[in-house]
Structures are given as structure tokens and as C-alpha cells.
Nanobody
């Protein structure tokens, strides 16, 4: 059974940091393009960062220089290191595997001003 499980969210003050993790099972992991998306209240889900099977990454303009996506194929895990957080980063964050279109259940990140 395919499953993506996020962890590491929570409440943080502006300027702080959080590290999200997403553990995958039952999916083709090492060959997959993996990503983090987010959805704020009243807004559409948007891509935050994506990492290819070879490790190449791209980022939304809003998070460039502050967020870093990485992957550990041995652990079937992807990460999102979020630094210099801003209130506008508040959203539910989802991990995604492109091949097969798998999604995690989402995790709340709240940044207070």
C-alpha cells in the first residue's frame, strides 16, 4: 500500500526554522521526482520545491534562498529545511511523488509574526 507520511510541522516565530520530513513506502522512490507543495487558506495548492531522481532541485521564487529540499534514497525520505520563515509561509504542506501521483496527508506549518 502506497503511503507518504509527513512530520516536523508546527508553530514557529517569524525568522525561525523548521525541518519537514516525508517517509514513503510502497512507491517507486529512487526513480521518482519528489516535491513539497503547500496550500494556504483560501488559496490554491502551489509547488514549493521539487527534486529529481539525480538530485537536481528547483524552487518557487517565494522560497528561493530560504528553503532547501533534499532526499535520502536509502531511507525513502525527503526533507524540506525551511529557514527565515515568514508569516506568509503559513500553510498545510504536502509531499508528493510525481510518478504515480502519490500525496501525503499534509502537515500544518504556522509562522507567527
Amino acid at each position: 500500500q502506497a503511503q507518504l507520511v509527513e512530520s516536523g510541522g508546527g508553530l514557529v516565530q517569524a525568522g525561525g526554522s523548521l525541518r519537514l520530513s516525508c517517509v514513503a513506502s510502497g512507491i517507486p522512490f529512487s526513480i521518482n521526482v519528489l516535491g513539497w507543495y503547500r496550500q494556504a487558506p483560501g488559496k490554491q495548492r502551489e509547488l514549493v520545491a521539487r527534486i529529481s531522481s539525480s538530485g537536481g532541485a528547483n524552487y518557487a521564487d517565494a522560497v528561493k534562498g530560504r528553503f532547501t529540499i533534499s532526499r535520502d534514497n536509502a531511507k525513502n525520505t525527503i526533507y524540506l529545511q525551511m529557514n527565515s520563515l515568514k508569516p506568509e509561509d503559513t500553510a498545510v504542506y504536502y509531499c508528493n511523488a510525481l510518478i504515480g501521483s502519490y500525496w501525503g496527508q499534509g502537515i500544518q506549518v504556522t509562522v507567527s509574526s
